[in-house]
């Protein structure tokens, strides 16, 4: 028996699919609990607060970052994230198993307090594809779009820190190897 519920970090390029492949996750018989970031943009359409983030001012999120409260927390394109350490601690506490979608930086910081979380890293089949969604998604503009794919380079090339990565060329190819992967983590 598990003395602790098992932590799953995933990460992806923006644009790569990461939120859709975690909603399908939450939703399966994996019996994840999702681990909700704060952050300090604004919510896009249809997020919800409490379910997709909890969105504060900086000023918040400052307060609470001095004071301790994230496990980790990363600038990403002019907003900050962070997950809340208390919240992560608890569910792992009551053995259940987390999965916590966040970018590179914030993977690094948790690889230091939890080596034996699986990382998981999502990306595209190639850049241009990536662009292709990142346009058709209508979120961002020309320069945005650059910049993200700038970092995204980055991102691909670091990948190798983590245990797996999987190429979403299909939305339902991607959650299977996912949906496995898990599952043999969480058996293990």
């Keep these: 028996m598990q003395a602790k519920g098992q932590l799953f970090i995933i990460s992806a390029p923006s644009g790569c699919g990461k939120t859709t492949l975690e909603r399908m996750l939450i939703d399966s018989d994996l019996n994840l609990k999702k681990s909700i970031s704060v952050t300090t943009r604004k919510p896009r359409k249809g997020e919800e607060e409490g379910r997709d983030y909890y969105f504060i001012s900086e000023k918040e999120f400052f307060k609470k970052r001095d004071n301790g409260e994230f496990l980790e927390w990363a600038k990403v394109f002019d907003h900050y994230y962070a997950s809340p350490k208390d919240k992560i601690e608890r569910y792992l506490n009551e053995k259940k198993n987390i999965l916590l979608s966040i970018d590179i930086q914030g993977a690094k910081q948790i ?52 245990d797996y990565v999987v190429v979403n060329d299909k939305i339902d190819r991607a959650y299977q190897q996912l949906k496995e992967i898990i599952k043999n983590n969480i058996e293990r």
């Design 111 to 162: 690889k230091k307090i939890y080596p034996d979380a699986v990382y998981i890293f999502i990306k595209p089949p190639s850049l241009k594809d990536l662009e292709a969604r990142l346009k058709a998604r209508g979120t961002d503009n020309k320069e945005d779009i650059e910049k993200r794919l700038k970092v995204a380079k980055e991102e691909i090339r670091q990948s190798k820190m983590y």
